[in-house]
């Protein structure tokens, strides 16, 4: 499929994008791709941002909003699009130079056939004639910390406040509920930690249907992977006006970073792949080799979400606020209204995130934790027997049980699979992989008749 990205009105598909779907990107009236970031950067003073950095936030939204608007079920496999993309950039010679790392790295992140290709433009999305009356002030921030609201961020915010810095929490805004969470617990750190500053910015971003000569392209895709590529990007550019030498970190801890599938039937799955170690060191290849400088952090690669939560969970902060956090891949399903839900967001407690984070606080007081499904019990089961609901449930429980039956060689070759790692990662994996699934056995022990039906 052809895919051509649009910054100016007048800009037409050349003859190698025949027939091409047009995603148009632009600040001032209609637009197929948008995003409120470009306020936020005025906000902060910038009347534009550094062209290479502009770039590469208009890189990812392009593929976010691909990823978002090409629906997986028009090509032959339903799964393996093939995508033909031409982007413009005002930088047309650095990113050229890594069109083919691009490519490799679009590929392991998506499980699609990607070929970019950029042209030059010099149109500027970011610039702006005059300064906004409105002042956002992230003055005595030293690093940018990505600020989902989930439990590993949390704790992830914690341990830099904590150690003297202070945080810019960072934020995608895909449910005002949920920004309200974020903007709380921020207000609650500057409490706790008055010596320090947690400043808090969100952004937004979508796309509608893209269009040809034929039309308005039909569908949409749920699995979209870009998503978090965009959240890091968008991210390095707040880092960017702070300083160009100024840190991201990304916390999220290594059992979900390296992204195992569940089961054998699950090789496809929809979970992001952004903070896998294969994932960021191609990404921080290409940073280098177009002069981007800020380090990218993970603190976390190393840690089960259980060992993240313990080593900050006798802090203050931590106690007031981690029942308020949000790990859950569907907080907003309105889809369980029929079941007499009605708050929102909400972790669920039975799907694959919900579980990992109730294994993780098992050393934690929980009175205080709010599920829809507080308990996964054998009669949990059976009462939704013939519902999607249990899917992540059992594929969680096949993946313990698949544990209980392999040996740590099997166990390195699923790693292996998930990316190229060196044998250092490997053990260092090994030992995750296996600590996280022994929390997910003490999890599930304290029914005694799902321990039995599950064979621990």
């Not at 260092?428 to 599930?444: A, G, I, N």
């Amino acid at each position: 499929m052809n895919i051509w990205i649009n910054k100016n009105s007048s800009d037409l598909p050349d003859k190698n994008f025949d027939n091409a779907y047009i995603f148009s990107l632009n600040r001032k009236g209609y637009s197929t791709i948008f995003t409120n970031l470009s306020d936020t950067w005025l906000r902060l003073g910038a009347l534009s941002i550094e062209s290479i950095y502009e770039d590469l936030f208009i890189i990812a939204l392009s593929i976010f909003a691909i990823d978002k608007r090409i629906s997986r079920s028009k090509f032959k496999d339903c799964w393996t699009r093939e995508l033909k993309v031409s982007i413009p950039v005002i930088e047309f010679d650095k990113w050229t130079s890594i069109a083919k790392k691009w490519n490799e790295l679009l590929c392991f992140l998506t499980g699609d056939i990607w070929e970019l290709s950029f042209r030059k433009t010099n149109n500027i999305y970011s610039l702006r004639t005059k300064h906004s009356r409105i002042k956002l002030d992230i003055n005595g921030c030293n690093s940018v910390c990505l600020f989902s609201g989930g439990l590993d961020s949390f704790c992830g915010a914690i341990k830099l406040l904590e150690q003297g810095d202070s945080p810019c929490l960072f934020g995608h805004n895909e449910y005002p509920k949920l920004r309200k969470k974020q903007n709380d617990l921020a207000a609650m750190f500057r409490e706790e930690y008055k010596e320090q500053t947690a400043k808090f910015l969100s952004f937004t971003a979508n796309s509608r249907a893209p269009e040809n000569s034929q039309g308005k392209l039909t569908g949409s895709e749920n699995t979209s992977r870009g998503r978090s590529l965009l959240f890091l990007c968008a991210a390095l550019t707040i880092a960017n006006i702070i300083g160009n030498d100024m840190p991201v970190y990304i916390p999220e801890n290594g059992f979900i970073g390296l992204n195992i599938p569940l089961t054998d039937s699950r090789k496809g799955s929809c979970s992001t792949r952004t903070t896998h170690p294969y994932f960021l060191k191609c990404f921080k290849l290409i940073l280098e080799n177009v002069g981007i400088k800020n380090p990218i952090l993970n603190p976390f690669a190393f840690f089960t979400k259980r060992e993240i939560v313990d080593s900050v969970k006798n802090t203050i902060a931590f106690k007031r606020g981690f029942a308020d956090t949000i790990s859950c891949s569907h907080p907003c399903n309105r889809g369980l209204n029929k079941y007499g839900v009605r708050e929102y967001p909400l972790n669920c407690g039975y799907c694959y995130p919900c579980l990992i984070r109730k294994s993780s606080l098992l050393d934690v007081d929980t009175s205080s934790e709010r599920y829809w499904m507080k308990d996964i019990s054998l009669k949990f089961f059976n009462d939704f027997s013939n519902s999607d609901i249990i899917n992540d449930s059992i594929a969680v429980i096949n993946s313990v049980y698949r544990y209980r039956h392999i040996t740590d060689d099997e166990i390195r070759r699923l790693i292996r699979c998930t990316g190229n790692l060196s044998t250092e990662e490997i053990n260092e994996f090994l030992r995750v992989y296996k600590k996280t699934m022994e929390d997910l056995v003490e999890l599930f022990a304290n029914d005694s008749r799902l321990k039995r039906y599950i064979g621990l």
